[in-house]
């Protein structure tokens, strides 16, 4: 069997405004939920193809979410990338790059920050 990525996992502060943005927004699909001790998560992913995201949120309220400086990105493929980032600025959510179609290579590219701070990458690609 070949290897590939199953999921990221991430904490949230409010699992349910984070599934709201990853579904309404990004456009990923809410595929189950998991209730451990301590912890409320949710399982989204696409329709087809790529990993999975994993969102957790601590039932008592938990530390506040380090991002450090590891984590640089999360990349999400979209069919619309201005139409995703107008829906997300639009939503509440900071752009730190608007939608620019790149000439190096044949895709549309924007940032935005989910509601806990990621920074998610916008990308869609073009035929040429």
């Given at each position: 069997?070949a290897t590939?990525?199953?999921?990221y996992?991430i904490?949230?502060?409010d ?11 990004i456009?990923?699909?809410l595929q189950g939920r ?5 912890v409320?998560e949710?399982?989204l992913?696409?329709d ?10 601590r039932?008592n309220?938990?530390?506040p979410?380090d991002?450090?400086v ?8 979209v069919?619309?990338?201005?139409a ?7 939503d ?12 190096r290579?044949p895709v549309?590219?924007?940032?935005v920050n989910d509601p806990d701070?990621?920074n998610?990458e916008?990308?869609?690609?073009h035929d040429?």
């Amino acid at each position: 069997m070949a290897t590939t990525v199953g999921q990221y996992c991430i904490y949230v502060s409010d699992i349910e405004r984070s599934i709201r943005f990853y579904t309404d927004i990004i456009g990923l699909k809410l595929q189950g939920r998991t209730e451990i001790d301590d912890v409320h998560e949710a399982h989204l992913a696409a329709d087809e193809g790529g990993g999975r995201i994993q969102l957790a949120e601590r039932y008592n309220g938990g530390r506040p979410i380090d991002h450090g400086v590891a984590l640089w990105k999360f990349y999400m493929r979209v069919d619309d990338c201005v139409a995703t980032h107008d829906k997300a600025v639009e939503d509440g959510s900071e752009s730190t790059m608007a939608p620019a179609r790149l000439e190096r290579w044949p895709v549309t590219v924007a940032f935005v920050n989910d509601p806990d701070g990621y920074n998610i990458e916008l990308i869609q690609y073009h035929d040429a």
